[in-house]
């Protein structure tokens, strides 16, 4: 885990990226504090300071682990079989399920309104987005090939 002290991959830091997670997308990353997360997980705010010593560090973790996730969804639509629109109804449908629990993107969420010294994750989070867009005359997602023009 790139923020957290990365001692504990499988219990505390993880549920503690779960519940902040959940929280930006609802309430966005102003919205919370250290002691909503700790009183969720019934934790002292110390055992938070223990695995992300500072909210910045909190919010470099919970992009880091959802550029992880979001780029691997990326990666198996590129591959998967089908149709473009298949692939673009399926890379909608990432956001529709977001969108069907009543929260909304993470990076967004993140990029919406700044906060103090997490401007260094601010911009990981626009670099990520950015990341997502493609280059001039790269296609976002692979098709079989061009689309041929029919004459009349």
Known sequence: M?????????GTAPRILDVAERLVQVRGFN???YADIAAELQITKAALHYHFASKAAL???LIARYADRFM?????????????????????GLYLQVLRN?????????VARPYGDIARFQAAAANLLAGLTPA???PALSSPGPATAQSA
């Open 31 to 33: 919205g919370f504090s």
């Open 59 to 61: 919010g470099e973790a």
């Open 136 to 138: 001039a005359g790269e």
């Open 102 to 110: 009543r929260k909304m993107c993470l990076c967004g969420m993140l």
């Open 2 to 10: 790139a923020a957290g002290r990365g001692r504990d991959d499988t």
């Open 72 to 92: 691997g969804a990326l990666a198996s639509l590129d591959t998967a079989d089908g149709t473009v629109r298949a692939k673009l109804d399926s890379y909608a």
